[in-house]
Nanobody, 115 residues
Framework: QVQLVESGGGLVQPGGSLRLACTAS????????MYWFRQAPGKQRDLVAT???????TYVDSVKGRFTISRDNAKNILYLQMNSLKPEDTAVYYC?????????WGQGTQVTVSS
């Protein structure tokens, strides 16, 4: 079992920055994929960024150049650095962990971008 707890969400003005964290505990493997998803009110949950085994990263086009996904392997923490935030980035952000044994989600953290 893997438990995921997100933190770092909040209210920020347009153009501002936030860093989200997702702390993983339990039985994790070094070969895995971690993700950040987001879900705006009334919309489906969408993929934002992916990091494979803590190395290879990919991003959805709408966040490229603004968001950075990274991982501290020693501490088992996944990060999402979000810069130049826009109102359309407002959503609940979720982290996800997958490996050969299973697929796990955190409970989400709210990010609101508003003046």
């Amino acid at each position: 079992q893997v438990q995921l707890v997100e933190s770092g969400g909040g209210l920020v003005q347009p153009g501002g920055s936030l860093r989200l964290a997702c702390t993983a505990s339990g039985s994790t493997f070094s070969i895995n994929t971690m993700y950040w998803f987001r879900q705006a009110p009334g919309k489906q949950r969408d993929l934002v960024a992916t990091i494979v085994s803590g190395v290879k990263t990919t991003y959805v086009d709408s966040v490229k150049g603004r968001f950075t996904i990274s991982r501290d392997n020693a501490k088992n923490i996944l990060y999402l650095q979000m810069n130049s935030l826009k109102p359309e980035d407002t959503a609940v952000y979720y982290c996800r962990y997958t490996d050969l044994r299973g697929d796990y989600w955190g409970q989400g953290t709210q990010v609101t971008v508003s003046s």
